[in-house]
């Protein structure tokens, strides 16, 4: 698994391009884009990684501008796809951290938008987001314990109750991350609609509030993420992934701060 900054809400863009234009409203061409859930496919895990790379670690405000050579690139793609199969691929089985991941395209077809929103269970004593397939064994543990009968006591019941009656030590909140736009597509709301999906996901799934984690030197994502509702949870001082071309680790850490933003709490 990918650490968790590379699933962070990154959106990069210039502060206020994704809120207003100087005179006016966000425009409607973001219309133009159609939004649909991907596939839990390694294909499309894939696909939206590679897009994921230009959209995110190339265009980024939190770095300068950086060049990868092709092995640079393949090795990212593939450590972005095995994040996403990690958070949003199929999974065999019964499954109750349920999540999507959203791709925007334009008319030719071309993907020019993804973000990912799951069910994610959090420990709020310390501060830590489980991994999907963390939160999965946990609730396998408590239902291998139980009698068929038992079992039957807990239909029905979403996933924010059974945490709550079973796993009362966590909560379970929806996650967003992995938000990218095309920089041609920027300024016109387009990373709006996509964020409006993950509340649209969320609220389907009964979840009680949705809750997002963001480099604290992101602050075009700090600025989007306010004007839409998040407010600051907390902040924690943590090591934040940093692009090196060229050098023996591609991904290295340098210390900044982790911000944790939600709404509906």
Not at 29 to 52: L, N, S
Request: glycine letters at 10%; one cysteine or more; proline letters at 3%.
């Amino acid at each position: 698994m990918l650490p968790l900054v590379v699933g962070l809400s990154g959106f990069h863009a210039p502060l206020g391009s994704a809120t207003r234009h100087r005179h006016g409203p966000v425009l409607s061409a973001a219309a133009e884009y159609e939004i649909r859930p991907a596939k839990g496919t390694e294909d499309q895990m894939a696909e939206a990684a590679e897009f994921f790379v230009d959209g995110f670690w190339l265009a980024g405000t939190t770095t300068g501008a950086v060049e990868l050579s092709g092995s640079e690139r393949s090795q990212l793609t593939k450590l972005s796809t095995d994040d996403m199969m990690g958070r949003y691929g199929d999974l065999v089985g019964q499954r109750r951290l349920r999540s999507k991941l959203y791709v925007a395209r334009d008319g030719a077809g071309a993907l020019v938008g993804c973000v990912g929103v799951e069910a994610a269970m959090i420990d709020m004593v310390d501060r830590r987001v489980l991994t999907r397939a963390q939160g999965e064994a946990l609730f396998a543990q408590e239902f291998a314990a139980m009698g068929g009968s038992e079992r039957g006591l807990y239909r029905g019941l979403s996933v924010a109750e059974l945490t709550e009656t079973l796993l009362p030590e966590y909560k379970v909140f929806g996650l967003l991350a992995n938000l990218a736009v095309a920089p041609s597509t920027r300024g016109q709301g387009l990373a709006r609609r996509l964020c409006a999906q993950c509340d649209t996901a969320a609220a389907a799934w009964d979840l009680p509030a949705i809750s997002l984690q963001v480099d604290g030197a992101n602050t075009a994502a700090n600025g989007l993420y306010a004007s839409l509702g998040y407010n600051e949870i907390w902040q924690d001082a943590a090591p934040a992934l940093r692009l090196r071309p060229g050098e023996k680790e591609l991904l290295a850490s340098e210390a900044s701060t982790l911000v944790t933003m939600a709404k509906g709490l």
